[in-house]
């Protein structure tokens, strides 16, 4: 998670707008690249922990997508119980218990301040309860949120666009907001995975 994104996310829940979020994010960007790190932690524990998402349909389900017997007659009538029936399904998760994240950036520090002091949780799972943030702080940096001490990537960045080490690690990755768009991805150099 780059703090580009981590900012865009919380403005996006204000702001309910996409483009509105993404032009409001208080970091130094060049065309379209956030200077802001990923997220940097050491992993005290790490484990897996599961959910069970209920998925109840309460509206006519396609009988086409049925399998049928051999007269072509559905197996069972899917009625309004049988809907009801179907659904549990469970997803885990890795879950990593950090003391604390860091990110390098240039930008705006009160208003970036501003934007995460009310913000208790963070990460894919928040809204059950997982990744709390006990306090915020910023301190001077004197990295840019490109590259680290010594030339390596502190976030993706277009293989063409990077000055740093070229010996980093290269991975297809999304570089710039919106991250879920696939038009978003590039051959990229990256930090190094976790251990």
């Not at 994010?25 to 484990?47: K, N, R, W």
């Amino acid at each position: 998670m780059t703090l580009d994104a981590l900012l865009a996310g919380i403005l996006f829940d204000q702001l309910q707008d996409v483009e509105a979020a993404h032009s409001s994010v208080p970091i130094q960007c060049t065309d379209g690249l956030f200077h802001a790190s990923a997220a940097m932690y050491e992993t005290l524990d790490e484990s897996r922990v599961a959910f069970v998402a209920n998925l109840r349909a309460d509206h006519s389900l396609d009988s086409d997508l049925f399998p049928k017997k051999a007269d072509g007659n559905m197996y069972r009538k899917m009625g309004r119980m049988r809907r009801r029936d179907f659904g549990a399904v469970m997803n885990s998760y890795d879950c990593k218990f950090v003391e604390s994240i860091e990110w390098h950036a240039e930008g705006d520090s009160d208003e970036i301040m501003r934007i995460v002091e009310s913000t208790s949780f963070i990460g894919k799972r928040r809204a059950s309860g997982f990744g709390e943030v006990a306090h915020w702080t910023i301190e001077p940096s004197e990295l840019d949120g490109l590259t680290g001490y010594v030339d390596e990537p502190l976030r993706p960045i277009p293989t063409e666009r990077f000055t740093g080490d070229k010996d980093s690690l290269k991975v297809d990755a999304a570089w710039r907001p919106a991250y879920w768009d696939p038009a978003n991805r590039a051959l990229c150099y990256a930090p190094e995975p976790s251990l």
